[in-house]
Structures are given as structure tokens and as C-alpha cells.
T-cell receptor, first 117, second 110 residues
Framework: GAVVSQHPSWVICKSGTSVKIECRSL??????MFWYRQFPKQSLMLMAT?????????EQGVEKDKFLINHASLTLSTLTVTSAHPEDSSFYIC?????????????FGPGTRLTVT | QQPVQSPQAVILREGEDAVINCSSS?????VHWYRQKHGEAPVFLMI?????EQKGHEKISASFNEKKQQSSLYLTASQLSYSGTYFC???????????FGKGTTLSVSS
């Protein structure tokens, strides 16, 4: 099956610092990767959609200058939280879609728990 | 637009059945069901495509009523391992991101 990995699994950082989260599709090429954020006991909220080699499309209310997304290859997308603040503490989950195939299944990574102190 | 899930929570004893519903005001291309355990990423259960589908695996099945833009997830003879939060994710077009409902928390006790 398609496997998506994320690194790191968790990170604790100080307020004002930047954090980079990597999302990799391990055994398939992903045309599109999606970044979600989930606060405790809430649903997954789409932050942005990224296609390899082009700029990410951000959802309304998501600051593109704060959440930098780079999709450098068909197997790697990164999310950088710049100047992190405690309110950015959340569970960040990426997912990836296969290039070919009918139902365009989204495969989710294991998530990264960010805590900003 | 976020799909609407109901009920918000379900409490069951082992062996009992449950139905979780997901509805949308928009025409849907596909409906995806996931289960999430606390602190973990969502785990894919099944996908249903437009055209009206029903499918199942072991004791979990789902249906998609395209006319009503509604999907239902059926959990039969529930097991302790079924506990978690169930999310439906919907797409209005192929290849776009899934938009998730608020989730239904299922608690199964012995």
C-alpha cells in the first residue's frame, strides 16, 4: 500500500522560532500533497494544497507568509511554520495523492505534533 | 463546504450496531471514511464514488446516495477496537482535497 511518512513525529520549540515539517511519499509519486491542521477534539482543517513545482494554494484564513510550503519533488513536501507562537501548537498532518488511478485516494502521514512554548 | 456528520457521539456495548451519517449540500464526487484514534493520524476505511455505491469490509459497510448527497457508515456487531472518532471526507471534484466533517466519536465498552 501507499505509505506517507512525516518527520519529525513531534517537536517542541520556543515562541518566535521556525519549524520545518517534512512529508514524504515513500513508495509512490504524488502529484498533489495536502496539509491539514487538527486542534484537540476538532476535525482536520485543510490548510493548503501543493502541486509539485508550483506554488501552494492556501485556504482562506491561512497565512501564506507564516506557513511556507515547498513541494520540491514528487515525493517531498515541506511545511515551515515561521515565527511560531503558542496558538500554532497543533497536530499537523500531510496527505498525498497518487498520480494515476481512478479514485484519487488520499494517503495520510502519521502526523507531527507541534508544541510552541 | 464542510459536510455534516451525525450523530456527534455514540456509546455502544460490544456486539451492538451503529450508523453514522454524512451529508453535503454540494454535489459530491466521492465520500471517504476514516477512523482516528487519539493522538494518531486518520486511518482509511473506504471510499465511495458518485454513481451510488455500497461496499463493505468485514463488519463495516457504507453506502452513498448520490441523489441525496448522503453517505452512511454501518458498523455491525461492534468490537472494542471500533472505538475512535469517525470522519467523513468529501470531494466535489476528482483530485481536490478532502474536506472533513466534524467527526463522530464512537465508544465501545465491554
Amino acid at each position: 500500500g501507499a505509505v506517507v511518512s512525516q518527520h519529525p513525529s513531534w517537536v517542541i520549540c520556543k515562541s518566535g522560532t521556525s519549524v520545518k515539517i517534512e512529508c514524504r511519499s515513500l513508495d509512490f509519486q504524488a502529484t498533489t500533497m495536502f496539509w491539514y491542521r487538527q486542534f484537540p477534539k476538532q476535525s482536520l482543517m485543510l490548510m493548503a494544497t501543493s502541486n509539485e513545482g508550483s506554488k501552494a494554494t492556501y485556504e482562506q484564513g491561512v497565512e501564506k507568509d507564516k506557513f511556507l510550503i515547498n513541494h520540491a519533488s514528487l515525493t517531498l513536501s515541506t511545511l515551515t511554520v515561521t515565527s511560531a507562537h503558542p496558538e500554532d501548537s497543533s497536530f499537523y498532518i500531510c496527505s498525498a495523492s497518487l498520480i494515476a488511478g481512478g479514485p484519487y485516494e488520499q494517503y495520510f502521514g502519521p502526523g507531527t505534533r507541534l508544541t510552541v512554548t | 463546504q464542510q459536510p455534516v456528520q451525525s450523530p456527534q457521539a455514540v456509546i455502544l456495548r460490544e456486539g451492538e450496531d451503529a450508523v453514522i451519517n454524512c451529508s453535503s449540500s454540494k454535489a459530491l464526487y466521492s465520500v471517504h471514511w476514516y477512523r482516528q484514534k487519539h493522538g494518531e493520524a486518520p486511518v482509511f476505511l473506504m471510499i465511495l464514488l458518485k454513481g451510488g455505491e455500497q461496499k463493505g469490509h468485514e463488519k463495516i459497510s457504507a453506502s452513498f446516495n448520490e441523489k441525496k448527497q448522503q453517505s452512511s457508515l454501518y458498523l455491525t456487531a461492534s468490537q472494542l477496537s471500533y472505538s475512535g472518532t469517525y470522519f467523513c471526507g468529501t470531494r466535489s471534484q476528482a483530485g481536490t482535497a478532502l474536506i472533513f466533517g466534524k467527526g463522530t466519536t464512537l465508544s465501545v465498552s465491554s
